[in-house]
């Protein structure tokens, strides 16, 4: 730079110059400052807010709290429910989005196709997406009720025992998922078969004049040409699954799980804590292991993602 | 880097502007809350001649206290309570908010009732009076000479703090009965008419599972409607229940009363209980179909079978009667916020609108039955009969079933999740997850875990 040349004097140096001295220093930094201030805001004070609660016991009416140290970590470690909640967790995780993506790209490559009214059928896939969940969740408690359910009706049919779904773990959470499952799959569906549009037809062209069969070409054609759209359909669903709230908040009327905790999911604990014993410091803290847990899936993800995409390449060489 | 100087110059400037429209568009927030309350008070019109500054007071309730009908659309409201009280008094307008459930009123009070923001005039339930108790200081002491033996005993005690102050002024009370299917009754060799039954159930919960017992055996079907729902009827009466009202102390795990009625209800539960929790639809449809025959019946729930039986089972009765004297199931209260704009105002409407003559009203336009015992005489409670429930005479009916409320047992802040902790067990032997000891130490853990 310039002013490194001479040997620099002061008074040379007109306020005009300082100014737009300052001007190339403090300017780039002044144009991101707005994303910054607005995410301090709104992102940072409230996890460092978070973080301060969860070493307190803190009284949010009051707005006093007591220093605790690492007791309310402590609580929720030993606590036999937030194990529990982990579980359910990851077992409605598993149970909504393995399927979820599965019928997702089935569907997608259905509409793929040349369809009659192909639009109307697209649109189709996306209004259980439009659908409130309280009112989702409404239709599915007709479904699942234990005794007068639709669902064990049906099943009496093929003589079937009657499943107790608010009382056994694994039929709890198959409900659940079929919840989730509903209201995603035609999202997702459409989020794939906009991967799929771009495919370059010639490929499927080239791979018919080679030979291969419907079947084929979807396996070696279409599924590597949509691994990345796929990894973000899978990264989403992850992140929504860790969250999971509202479907089985609403699996029954009392709303906290369960009576043996069978459907408390982590995000279902940390509300009751907070919300249902006002117990905000213990709830932040819950926050807090929550965040460390999606951070640690998103991290596992991001290896996952580099592994696909790069063997993604190689492959197509 | 080349810029030039007026490049530069320009380039500070839009950089500083849009890092003061920021600022300014962060902090514009916080004041736009404001303009509603000040926009109604400048449209009404100049103070009457009964005096007073023109004031814009705010009332928030859930459910349908039946004070107005934009609390239920469908139904035809006989009365207006809001509009009555701004004939009344001119220089007053009410903003009436009214969520739909209370779950709702209940996150909406406790986030704002630290910061403010609260309405002038708050609405609370019984289920969350012991939390709001720790914060009683908060709120207005609405004693006074005028509302003197206004209020049932056991609903002014549940609204005291622990220096007396009255934080609550009593709206409606849940005195409990018993509803029954007098066809079923029937069928099961029982006595059917509402007296005869009043007679049979006479006598302590020993005698309520007694007559249970014989109907289960009769019929094999479930005599009542869940564990949990007999067990609100059951711990109601037992005083202290599961906390020491002295030093706050948990002692519900210690406390034989308690452990004695829990092995009373699953011991009768076995064969007497359908296993249904309450509000799900197999409860629901199970009121049509025939499951149970009776369940504890505060005056709202008879609303509650009306519009989920329908025209499927026209044979539910009530009969004047409860095991073990009487029970209290639901209610609420007016609570004025000390932090409010106009206090003093809030305080004339929540004490207006708990005057018995406007309770009798709102009884009338919803079904709240009253907690002052002089609405009792009025014609329009003391009168009130019941269609649906062959024209049972509710308002004498419940008239007698809340003078045999006990007197409130002490409830604290642990309230809540013990009884949570003690109805998941209930719960959980109910749908075979556990037997009762099992179930029972699940409970005494998670209830040594509290506090």
């Not at chain 2, 934009?70 to 969520?99: C, F, G, S, W």
């Not at chain 2, 007296?195 to 109907?215: H, K, R």
């Not at chain 2, 949570?420 to 749908?431: H, K, P, Q, S």
Request: aromatic share 12%; hydrophobic share 45%.
């Amino acid at each position: 730079m310039a002013t490194t040349e001479v040997e620099p004097r002061r008074s040379q140096y007109t306020w005009r110059d300082k100014l737009g001295h300052w001007d190339v220093k403090a300017s780039p930094y002044l144009y991101i400052a707005p994303f910054f201030i607005v995410f301090g805001l709104t992102g940072l004070f409230p996890i460092i807010y978070t973080a301060v609660i969860s070493f307190m016991d803190w009284d949010t009416i009051r707005n006093t709290g007591e220093y605790l140290g690492w007791d309310n970590f402590q609580f929720v470690l030993n606590d036999r429910q937030f194990w529990i909640a982990l579980r359910n967790t990851f077992s409605i995780f598993l149970l909504s989005s393995v399927p979820q993506v599965i019928i997702a790209t089935f569907i997608a490559a259905m509409l793929d196709h040349n369809l009659r009214a192909r639009t109307f059928w697209r649109m189709g896939v996306l209004v259980p997406y439009v659908m409130m969940p309280v009112a989702v969740a409404l239709i599915f408690s007709q479904l699942f009720a234990d005794t007068y359910g639709l669902i064990n009706h049906w099943l009496g049919f093929i003589g079937i025992n009657p499943i107790q779904w608010h009382v056994d773990v694994i039929p709890s959470h198959l409900a659940i998922a079929s919840m989730v499952n509903f209201r995603w799959i035609g999202y997702n569906a459409l989020i794939l078969l906009a991967a799929m549009q771009a495919i370059p037809r010639e490929l499927y062209e080239a791979a018919a004049i080679d030979g291969a069969g419907k079947t084929r070409r979807f396996f070696s054609v279409t599924l590597p040409q949509i691994r990345p759209t796929a990894i973000f359909v899978i990264i989403t669903s992850t992140i929504g699954g860790l969250q999971i709230f509202d479907e089985p908040r609403m699996f029954d009327t009392t709303g906290t799980g369960g009576a043996d905790k069978q459907w408390l999911t982590i995000t279902m604990y940390m509300y009751n804590t907070g919300w249902g014993q006002l117990n905000f410091g213990r709830a932040a803290a819950i926050a807090w292991l929550l965040f460390l847990i999606i951070l640690a899936f998103g991290l596992l993800n991001f290896w996952l993602t580099r592994r696909l995409i790069s063997s993604d390449t190689s492959g197509s060489k | 880097m080349s810029f030039t100087r007026r490049k530069k110059t320009l380039a500070l400037t839009a950089g500083a502007a849009i890092f003061a429209m920021t600022i300014a568009g962060c902090s514009s927030d916080g004041d736009d809350t404001e303009p509603e309350a000040t926009d109604s008070a400048t449209t009404e019109e100049t103070p009457a001649e009964t005096g007073g500054e023109p004031v814009t007071l705010t009332l928030a309730t859930f459910n349908t206290p039946g004070y107005n009908s934009v609390e239920q659309p469908n139904a035809d409201y006989e009365y207006d309570l809001i509009q009555e009280y701004m004939d009344l008094n001119p220089n007053v307008t009410i903003t009436y908010d009214r969520k739909a459930e209370s779950g709702d009123a209940r996150t909406n009070f406790f986030t704002k009732l630290g910061p403010g923001g609260l309405a002038d005039v708050e609405m609370i339930e019984v289920d969350w009076m012991p939390e709001v108790m720790q914060y009683s200081d908060l709120l207005e002491d609405l004693t006074s000479a005028d509302t003197e033996g206004r209020w049932l005993e056991s609903k002014v005690a549940d609204a005291t703090d622990a220096d007396g102050r009255l934080i609550g002024a009593g709206t409606d009370v849940g005195p409990e009965a018993i509803c029954y299917r007098a066809s079923l009754f029937e069928e099961a060799g029982l006595p059917s008419t509402p007296d005869e039954v009043a007679t049979l159930l006479d006598g302590d919960w020993a005698n309520f599972f007694e007559v249970g017992q014989e109907y289960t055996d009769a019929t094999g079907n479930a005599f009542f409607d869940s564990t949990s729902g007999i067990w609100q009827g059951m711990i109601g009466q037992i005083n202290p229940a599961y906390e020491d009202a002295d030093t706050g102390e948990i002692i519900a795990t210690d406390n034989a009363d308690v452990k004695a009625a829990y092995d009373q209800l699953t011991a009768a539960a076995e064969t007497q209980s359908t296993g249904f929790q309450q509000w799900t639809e197999d409860w629901n449809a199970g009121m049509s179909n025939g499951d149970y025959a009776t369940m504890l019946c505060p005056p709202w729930m008879l609303g509650v079978i009306e519009g989920n039986v329908g025209d499927a089972a026209d044979d539910w009765n009530i009969a004047n009667v409860f095991p073990n004297g009487g029970g209290n199931w639901g209610g609420s209260w007016l609570t004025v916020p000390s932090n409010g704009a106009n206090v003093d105002e809030a305080k004339k409407l929540a004490l207006w609108l708990t005057a018995p003559e406007q309770q009798a009203k709102a009884f009338a336009n919803a079904g709240t039955y009253p907690s002052q015992p002089a609405a009792y005489e009025d014609p329009a409670v003391a009168d009130a009969t019941n269609a649906f429930f062959n024209d049972a005479p509710i308002g004498t009916l419940f008239a007698d079933r809340a003078q045999a409320v006990p007197s409130a047992p002490f409830k604290g802040e642990f309230y809540f999740q013990v009884n949570t902790a003690i109805t998941d067990a209930l719960t959980r032997v109910d749908g075979g997850t556990d037997d009762p000891t099992a179930s029972w130490d699940k409970a005494v853990s998670e209830i040594e875990a509290l506090g």
